[in-house]
């Protein structure tokens, strides 16, 4: 069975107070990481955040944050980087944040290794 199209939670309506139908779109698609960081959290307690993701990373969505995952060229991203060049604390930060991201992948059960998931390096 794809991922996309696992069952939904039948308890859940769909026009409940998902985060992503309560604020503005454009949080989820922002140019800002302060803002994608914002919609990254409002994801935590969603319903329906597992099926939002698993539906993300079987289409590969090109940018976006998606079941509390940002979503940079078709790849999980820990956190996207302001403009320039990143600074030597800011790329260990990233590693860590890199490993920590694909735990919350394994643990929702979408990715077992690096070819299931693409992760941005």
């Known amino acids: 069975m794809s991922l996309a199209l696992a069952p ?3 308890s859940v309506e769909l026009e409940a ?6 604020f503005d779109p454009d949080l989820w698609f922002s140019d800002s990481p302060t803002d994608l960081e914002l ?3 409002l994801c935590g307690d969603c319903p329906l955040r597992v099926e939002c993701l698993a539906g993300a990373v079987e289409r590969a969505e090109p940018w976006g944050v998606w079941g509390g995952e940002i979503f940079e060229r078709g790849a999980v991203v820990p956190r996207k980087r302001p403009r320039g060049r990143p600074r030597k604390e800011d790329l260990a930060r990233d590693a860590a944040l890199r490993v920590e991201a694909e735990a919350r992948l ?3 059960g979408l990715a077992t290794s690096r070819s299931a998931v693409r992760l941005a390096a």
């Open 106 to 108: 394994a643990a929702s």
């Open 39 to 41: 919609a990254k959290s």
């Open 17 to 22: 107070n998902l985060p992503c139908r309560k």
């Open 8 to 10: 939904l939670d039948v």
